[in-house]
């Protein structure tokens, strides 16, 4: 800081030149402990995840250990959909204690990215190349990073065209990133029983990481970065009153997942018929389209 000059006296909170810029205060950031500890717990089971594939890639390796590899890929799947169960609670714990803030929002896209992004990634990689056989590493590969790549780019986009969480946002414009990656889950924690039932040979089960690799990761990357119009089933069926047919029908289908002898299949079947009901939805409006009607910009 520069001397005034002799002679003058300097007015207190006045700027010289030469004098350097007051620092601006630093803002204290606040954090809420219960939706942030949910958040972080998703990003923890988010890890976990990875690692158990990778633990199931290696046991996968030898004939010895394949039982114990598609345990670990199947205890992945697990951890995942408890993954799932904190992203749901972090958000509503903090519209209820009135803690929303952007930096919730952010540390939730990162925690999404882990564990509905390179997680799921990671899990049909080890399921296409490891479990199932499939030789064509470069394939699988460029096919989960291109679901990852979708997962990181939904989010953003999420992210940038939603400043706080909407509550009364009944539908999502592209694949949600937990779906996609339920889809994925559902495979992974249902895989084994789904082998035993169809004792598939070795070319049939190529042939399924083929679908797995080249149809089901292209296909929800694709719908992930879409404006196919997907329900937000937990704003739309869980929230509110809602009238007692729908209550019933709830509890009739977790009633059958727990009285079922493969609640994993009946798990994995309904992520894969959420992600197939926005196509569905559209395609019929498309085929009633009149001519001359513009068809809407599903990619925009």
């Known amino acids: 800081m520069s001397d005034p000059l002799p ?76 993954g799932m169960v904190f992203d749901a609670l972090d958000g509503r714990i903090a519209r209820l204690t009135r803690s929303t803030s952007n930096f919730g929002g952010a540390l939730d896209s990162l925690a ?33 990073a291109f679901f990852a790549c979708c997962a990181t780019l939904r989010l ?15 539908q999502f414009n592209g694949l949600p990133t937990p779906g996609a990656a339920g889809v994925i889950i559902g495979l992974a924690i249902s895989h084994e ?29 694709l719908l992930m970065v879409s404006r196919v119009p997907f329900v937000h089933f937990a704003n739309k069926f869980l929230t509110g009153r809602r009238p007692v047919g729908r209550v019933a029908l709830l509890l009739l289908v977790m009633g059958l997942m727990y009285a079922t002898k493969a609640p994993d299949v009946v798990c994995a079947g309904g992520f894969l018929a959420y992600a197939l009901s926005g196509p569905l939805a559209v395609i019929p409006r498309l085929l009633r389209r009149k001519p001359g009607e513009p068809a809407p910009d599903l990619f925009e």
Not at 158 to 164: F, G, L, S, V
Not at 210 to 221: T, Y
Request: net charge positive; charged share 15%; glycine share 8%.
């Open 112 to 144: 999404d990215v882990v564990s509905f992004g390179m997680a799921p990634a990671l899990i049909a990689k080890v399921l296409c190349l490891d479990v199932l056989g499939w030789s064509e590493t470069r394939v699988v590969f460029v096919t989960a």
């Open 193 to 221: 029983t789904l082998l035993r039932w169809a004792d598939l040979s070795a070319p049939a089960m190529v042939l399924a990481a083929q679908v797995v690799s080249l149809v089901l990761l292209l296909g929800l990357g």
């Open 156 to 170: 953003a986009r999420y992210n940038a065209e939603h400043e706080e969480p909407d509550q009364s946002v009944t």
């Open 7 to 82: 002679g003058t006296r300097r007015t207190p909170g006045a700027r010289v030149p030469g004098d350097l810029p007051a620092a601006a205060p630093r803002r204290r950031l606040r954090l809420s402990i219960l939706p942030t500890m949910c958040t972080l717990g998703n990003s923890v089971c988010g890890f976990l995840a990875i690692c158990y594939a990778a633990e199931a890639s290696t046991l996968c390796a030898a004939d010895a250990t394949r039982a114990a590899g598609s345990a670990r890929l199947a205890l992945a799947g697990w951890m995942l959909l408890l």
